[in-house]
């Protein structure tokens, strides 16, 4: 089988294989070194951005956590870039929105644009439903507590695969499922414990709210051919992220730190630059041979037809 030969021939050549600094430091052009943090490496558009110390604190638990599950030592830069700035560094909009490249995570810092969309659809809910929201991210139900706080692990996770795999992967729904594993997990071992409050209920209502309207994507399959097309309709990309939410949130339960280490295996040894483009069939049986039948039942999409 073409997969195996080539894994074989992967795992011989990769073996200690290092990114010495793969870091893109470009990125960093024309913002303030902010040196916040001995762990990694943080810039911004503002000499003093409010309200990130705190994001700060959980990546560096979070780092802490990633590293002893991943046996990484992960050198990292994170960007903290206001609404203005924000296409110069972000590779796509809105202003907010979390994301992970080169070596970088790139955060928003206070009233993002994601943030400020984002509690538009809080306004018509319940009052009991914003009473319990303003419990969790303060009197002004502030969502950049979710988008730049508890995202922020999110991203990281993503930066513990692409450290080791290629920039093509295999298919980008993997690589969304294990980013929200390692949120979860990491939420879950820190010590801050409204980390994971803050990171579930607003999930919980986008749930409840059922406010996605009619979507235009709904399957894998679109996910991978219109990825930037689900991305550029935002309340289509949430819709998916609540789905591999839901389902990292059950694997964990079920398997704990062990499920985070397999999956990671597995979107390794399936790089694409490496072993090639594997098709739907043969994918699912890798997957059920790595993972098991258990966890390809909690992984199984449920909206193909």
């Known amino acids: 089988m073409k997969y195996y030969l ?4 992967f795992i011989i050549a990769s073996c200690n294989e290092e990114k010495t600094d793969w870091i893109n430091r470009t990125l960093h052009e024309g913002l303030v070194e902010l040196n ?13 951005p409010e309200n990130i110390k705190r994001t700060i604190q959980i990546l560096e638990s979070s780092k ?9 030592d992960l050198n990292f830069a994170v960007l903290f870039v206001d609404n203005k700035n924000w296409n110069t560094y972000a590779f796509t909009p809105p202003p907010g929105m979390p994301q992970a490249y080169d070596g970088n995570i790139v955060l928003g810092i206070e009233k993002s644009v994601m943030a400020t969309r984002a509690k538009q659809g809080v306004e018509n809910a319940p009052n009991d439903v914003k009473e319990h929201l303003r419990k969790i991210y303060g009197e002004d139900i502030d969502l950049d507590l979710f988008y730049r706080d508890v995202l922020s692990i999110h ?15 295999q298919r980008k729904w993997m690589n ?5 594993l390692c949120q979860v997990a990491a939420a879950k071992n820190i010590k801050d414990e409204s980390v994971f409050d803050q990171m579930d209920v607003f999930q919980i209502f986008m749930i409840n709210a059922n406010q996605w309207g009619n979507l235009k994507f709904k399957n894998l399959d679109q996910f991978e051919k219109y990825y930037f097309d689900v991305l550029k309709q935002g309340r289509n990309y949430a819709w998916y992220q609540v789905q591999f939410y839901t389902m990292a949130k059950e694997l964990y339960s079920k398997y704990g730190d062990s499920i985070l280490v397999k999956f990671r295996e597995v979107l390794i040894k399936t790089d694409e630059e490496k072993v090639g483009r594997i098709d739907n069939i043969e994918l699912n049986k890798i997957l059920i041979e790595e993972l098991g039948n258990e966890t390809m039942e909690i992984i199984k999409w449920k909206y193909d037809s």
């Open 36 to 48: 916040y943090s001995e762990k990694f490496e943080t810039y911004a558009t503002e000499e003093q």
């Open 64 to 72: 802490d956590y990633y590293d002893k599950v991943f046996d990484e």
């Open 155 to 169: 991203e990281l996770g993503h930066l513990y695969q692409f450290y080791r795999t290629s920039n093509r992967t």
């Open 176 to 180: 969304e499922l294990f980013a929200n």
């Open 6 to 9: 080539l894994l074989g021939l």
